[in-house]
């Protein structure tokens, strides 16, 4: 994709700090960083989100931030990281191109998990769950 950041990064067009790279993946630090050592993993290739991915590109960005979860927790003395995608407009997702946020966390930062983004559970009948369920296991 022509006008990509991220494709641009990988093609070395854009300087990025990176810490990894192999055929499929490749991660560099965020540019405004959320914490110190907030990681991006990225597919070489350019895909919007996770369901363009194919499976075996998905394999390797899953095996890349598996290696590199410990390896940025420990270069800032992490207590722990929140590992997420936005994964489309909806979800926030501002660059194109998927990418895979590892954002060092610390005792008492305060930041929350993820589940403060939607201020608590959602009301969800018995069979209302069923039927996700059901619809999510045809798929
Ligand atoms: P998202 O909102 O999930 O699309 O996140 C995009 C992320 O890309 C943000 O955290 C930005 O700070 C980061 N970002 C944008 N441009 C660059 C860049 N040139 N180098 C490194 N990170 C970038
Ligand atoms: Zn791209």
Do not use: W
Request: glycine letters at 8%; aromatic letters at 6%.
């Amino acid at each position: 994709m022509d006008d990509c950041i991220f494709c641009k990064i990988v093609a070395g067009e854009i300087p990025s700090r990176t810490v990894y790279e192999d055929d499929d993946v490749f991660a560099f630090l965020d540019v405004n960083p959320l914490a110190e050592g907030h990681t991006l993993v990225i597919p070489k290739g350019h895909h919007e989100t996770i369901e363009d991915l194919p499976a075996d590109v998905a394999t390797s960005l899953f095996a890349a931030v598996h290696e590199l979860t410990p390896a940025v927790e420990d270069a800032v003395d992490a207590d722990g990281s929140t590992v997420a995608f936005n994964n489309g407009e909806a979800a926030g997702q501002e660059v194109p191109h998927v990418h895979c946020h590892i954002v060092p966390r610390f005792e008492g930062d305060g930041n929350g998990p993820i589940h403060a983004l939607f201020g608590g559970p959602g009301e969800m009948e018995d069979d209302q769950l069923d039927a996700v369920a059901e619809r999510i296991k045809q798929y």
